[in-house]
């Protein structure tokens, strides 16, 4: 369905005027450094990780919000980070992104129904008058109903949840084939988030959506996924079916990931990891995670470990073998 | 008993109305328990945090009850007196630490300047006595020197519990501390707001986060629109919740080890200045009947506090 190949994307560090004055070099941030992964027709891939780990990065360049430095993008047999604009804004319908807030994803001043009507006038796939009809039924679809009320209402008098359903409504009012949905309940009120995930998952049955899901909760994760895929520092450490990859995690870094998540079941596991978070501008040699790892040994800091596996893959020299 | 808030009420009086933020909330913490608060945003858990500490400021008002602090009534205290036991007897840590420490100054300075205020020290003892407190809570004593904008969230955060137990106080307040941070930083975090418990204090977390509340504390108390609605031995809260909105809430949230099965609840909060009549979780809850356009009182169920009319003597 969509697969990306050794993608990257280098940002240029800001430097102040003296820095530029006295060094021609130009330094990079590896936000996103090679990585390659696929998602299935009607499959949801969850990219997960902490801040800064490259995610949303991944996220924007794969709806072409961003360009990617290096890499392919191959969309329905093309490789769409080499289409010029008319070509792009073709594909562009269906591949959609949800954001994370739903405060800063509408526009103040327009109307909820215009935000759903929007795309579909944009992509001449309706009238004026017939858009207005698929937006009342989106409406209703997505249960902001009584729908010709909510229609007419602005951002400001809606809830976070609210807010949420519409940005969910305007992007499936053109029926993509593939959807980034960046964090979309980890702003919202948590006794709403279980009905915005059901309602997501409820469009992904009836239109076979793929899906990214980005989300730094693994135990959302658990919920939304069929695959998992970890990132640090800009790299995939791992990546394979949710179920193996949270009770037999193979890489440090997931492992002490799960560990950490808050749970109702006090489970004692204790996956250690050490000090910070490794600046990225200045990336440690080899794996980049030895700094933090526990079980590192001398070539964790000089050779780069490859992501290998049949179906569950980690880039690990000494890979864990745990059942939890 | 070290606090013990008795009937409290904080209402914010705005144009539209009175807000009932806090609404009659009775709660009890001993020392070196750790309790958390829990609830959605908009249901009156900050409010309590920052009324025991009475920063609270207009329109807000605490317009009726006691908070009892170590024999103390804090309602009754004059601003002097609250400035004086705000730090040396209750600490606290909030959500931002961004808002809470000063950019242009290096955190050892920071620190020095709260124990100097509070403290018959001079600036060098103080200076030592800064880069104890920064060892302590995980960061190298060297840190004094840095400014606030060199570290990271989670290193601000050990900041601002440095600061928030510098004066040694009984209490620790920690509003949503780890909201910000990654899950990784959260662990170490909450380990270190457990360990006050070993140092004699007690801690008041304050979380929309029921797996984090359910893994650390010994008591959790549930809070729902202004109400406490339940409050109890947190093993026991999570696994058997009383409360009808408790039990949609956890049933509402995944967990990482098993499959739940996922049960949106329906409706959302309600206004604060126009609250359903009767139980304020009335208009959501499945369990709702007739008697329930009634407000319920607290029932007390095997010392589990509880304000729902299905434990009340014949339902």
Known sequence: ?324 | MLLDVKNLKTYFYSKRGVLRAVDNVSIGVNRREFISIVGESGCGKSTLAYSIIRLIDTPGKIVNGKILFDGKNLVELSEEEMRKLRGREIGMVFQDPMTSLDPLEKIGEQIVETIIEHQDVDKKEAWERAAILLEKVGLSGDRVNYYPHQLSGGQRQRVMIALAVSLNPKLLIADEPTTALDVIVQEKIMDLLEGMKRENRAVILITHDFALAADRSDKIAVMYAGWLIEFGEADKLANEPLHPYSEGLISSVPDVWEDRDIKPMPGFPPDLIDPPKGCRFRPRCPKAMDKCINEPPTFSVNGRIVKCWLYGENK
């Open chain 1, 1 to 324: 369905m969509i697969e990306v190949k050794n993608l990257k994307k280098y940002f240029p560090v800001q430097k102040s005027a003296i820095e530029v004055l006295l060094s021609k070099k130009i330094e990079y941030i590896r936000a996103v450094d090679g990585i390659s992964f696929k998602v299935e027709k009607g499959e949801v891939l969850s990219l997960v990780g902490e801040s800064g780990c490259g995610k949303t990065t991944t996220g924007r360049i794969l709806v072409g919000l961003e360009d990617p430095t290096d890499g392919k993008i191959i969309f329905k047999g093309k490789d769409i980070t080499k289409l010029d604009k008319e070509e792009f804004r073709k594909v562009r319908r269906h591949l959609q992104m949800i954001f994370q807030d739903p405060y800063a994803s509408l526009n103040p001043k327009m109307k909820i129904g215009e935000h759903i009507e929007d795309p579909l006038i944009i992509h001449n796939i309706a009238d004026n008058k017939e858009a207005r009809e698929l937006a009342l039924q989106m409406l209703e679809r997505v249960g902001l109903v009584p729908a010709d009320q909510f229609y007419n209402r602005l951002p400001y008098q809606l809830s976070g949840g609210q807010r949420q359903r519409v940005a969910i409504a305007r992007a499936m009012i053109l029926k993509p084939e593939f959807v980034v949905a960046d964090e979309p309940v980890s702003m919202i009120d948590v006794s709403l988030r279980a009905a915005i995930l059901d309602l997501l998952m409820s469009f992904k049955a009836e239109y076979s959506l793929s899906m990214l899901f980005i989300t730094h909760d693994l135990s959302v994760a658990r919920v939304v996924g069929d695959r998992i895929a970890v990132m640090y520092l800009g790299k995939i450490v791992e990546i394979g079916e949710t179920r193996k990859v949270i009770h037999r995690p193979k890489h440090p870094y997931t492992a002490a990931l799960l560990s950490a998540v808050p749970s109702f079941l006090k489970r004692e596991i204790k996956i250690e990891i050490i000090g910070d978070v490794a600046n990225p501008r200045d990336p440690p040699p080899g794996c980049k995670y030895h700094p933090r790892c526990p079980f590192a040994k001398e070539i964790c800091s000089k050779e780069e470990p490859k992501l290998e596996g049949k179906k569950h893959l980690a880039a690990c020299h000494f890979p864990l073998d745990l059942n939890l």
